[in-house]
C-alpha cells in the first residue's frame, strides 16, 4: 500500500511555504496508476497554490513492484539518513533475497531504473551499453571527450522490430539520442557472463556509471 506523508516546501519562484503530499512507499501492484505517475514523473511534482509554479519535490520514497520483484530505494542526495531507516532496509534486504534491490539518488535515476526492468533488461548491462557507446562516439569526436565522458546516459526506451535501444544525454545545453542495436545488449551479456566478479553488493545496491567505473577503466 502506498504511505502518504505531508512534509513542508518552498516555492522555487515566489517562496511560499506550503503542506504537501508525497509517498513514503509506492506499491504500484495495488495502484497501477502510481506505476505511470512515477514514469512520467508527475508523482514528484507539485503546484503552488500561491502562484501557480509547478516546482520538483524531492524525497524519500520506495518504489516496489511485487509482480517484477523489483523494489527501488529513492534517497536524494543530501538527505540525512537515520540508523532507524538504515537498519530496517537492511532487514528487507535479508527478507526479499529473490527481489531486485537497487538504490538512486535521483528522480531521473528511479524513472529510468522502472523503465529497464519493465522493459525487460538487466541495468547493469545497461551501464555496459553506455560506456561501449560513449567509447564510440569519443572515437568519432575525441575533441569532445571529456564532455562525452561526464554526460549522464539515460535509458530512454526499447522498441521497433529489432529491439533498438535508444539511451539519451545533455550536452551543449541540449537533449541528444543516440541509438544502439540489440546486438550491443548481447554483446555486454556476454561480457558480464565471462566476468562473474562484475556484480553488485549485497542489499539495495547502487548500479551506474560511478559503480561500473570500478571495473572498467
Same mark, same amino acid.
Given at each position: 500500500?502506498?504511505?502518504?506523508?505531508?512534509?513542508?516546501?518552498?516555492?522555487?519562484?515566489?517562496?511560499?511555504?506550503? !503542506?504537501? @503530499?508525497?509517498?513514503?512507499?509506492?506499491?504500484?501492484?495495488?495502484?497501477?496508476?502510481?506505476?505511470?505517475?512515477?514514469?512520467?514523473? @508527475?508523482?514528484?511534482?507539485?503546484?503552488?497554490?500561491?502562484?501557480?509554479?509547478?516546482?520538483?519535490?524531492?524525497?524519500?520514497?520506495?518504489?516496489?513492484?511485487?509482480?517484477?520483484?523489483?523494489?527501488?530505494?529513492?534517497?536524494?542526495?543530501?538527505? @540525512?539518513?537515520?540508523?532507524? !531507516?538504515?537498519?530496517?532496509?537492511?532487514?528487507?534486504?535479508?527478507?526479499? #533475497?529473490?527481489?531486485?534491490?537497487?538504490?538512486? #539518488?535521483?528522480?531521473? @535515476?528511479?524513472?529510468?531504473?522502472?523503465?529497464? &526492468? #519493465?522493459?525487460?533488461? #538487466?541495468?547493469?548491462?545497461?551501464?555496459?551499453?553506455?560506456?561501449?557507446?560513449?567509447?564510440?562516439?569519443?572515437?568519432?569526436?575525441?575533441?569532445?571527450?571529456?564532455?562525452?565522458?561526464?554526460?549522464? &546516459?539515460?535509458?530512454?526506451?526499447?522498441?521497433?522490430?529489432?529491439?533498438?535501444? $535508444?539511451?539519451? &544525454?545533455?550536452?551543449?545545453?541540449?537533449?541528444?539520442?543516440?541509438?544502439?542495436?540489440?546486438?550491443?545488449?548481447?554483446?555486454? $551479456?556476454?561480457?558480464?557472463?565471462?566476468?562473474? !566478479?562484475?556484480?553488485?553488493?549485497?542489499?539495495?545496491?547502487?548500479?551506474?556509471?560511478?559503480?561500473?567505473?570500478?571495473?572498467?577503466?
Amino acid at each position: 500500500m502506498a504511505f502518504i506523508k505531508e512534509i513542508q516546501a518552498r516555492c522555487s519562484s515566489c517562496g511560499e511555504n506550503h !503542506t504537501i @503530499s508525497t509517498y513514503g512507499s509506492i506499491n504500484v501492484s495495488e495502484d497501477p496508476l502510481l506505476k505511470e505517475k512515477v514514469k512520467d514523473g @508527475s508523482l514528484f511534482v507539485w503546484e503552488c497554490p500561491h502562484c501557480g509554479q509547478l516546482n520538483l519535490a524531492k524525497y524519500t520514497t520506495l518504489y516496489h513492484d511485487p509482480d517484477g520483484k523489483l523494489m527501488v530505494w529513492l534517497l536524494p542526495l543530501g538527505e @540525512s539518513l537515520d540508523p532507524g !531507516t538504515e537498519n530496517g532496509m537492511a532487514n528487507i534486504a535479508e527478507e526479499l #533475497d529473490d527481489y531486485t534491490l537497487r538504490r538512486v #539518488d535521483d528522480i531521473g @535515476s528511479l524513472i529510468e531504473k522502472v523503465n529497464i &526492468f #519493465d522493459a525487460g533488461l #538487466d541495468d547493469i548491462i545497461i551501464e555496459m551499453c553506455k560506456y561501449v557507446t560513449k567509447m564510440e562516439l569519443v572515437e568519432k569526436t575525441p575533441q569532445k571527450r571529456a564532455e562525452i565522458m561526464a554526460a549522464p &546516459f539515460k535509458f530512454y526506451r526499447m522498441g521497433g522490430a529489432d529491439n533498438e535501444i $535508444t539511451l539519451s &544525454f545533455p550536452m551543449d545545453g541540449n537533449m541528444h539520442g543516440v541509438n544502439i542495436g540489440f546486438n550491443v545488449y548481447e554483446d555486454c $551479456t556476454g561480457i558480464l557472463r565471462r566476468n562473474p !566478479t562484475i556484480k553488485p553488493e549485497s542489499g539495495f545496491a547502487r548500479i551506474d556509471s560511478a559503480w561500473l567505473g570500478k571495473f572498467f577503466r
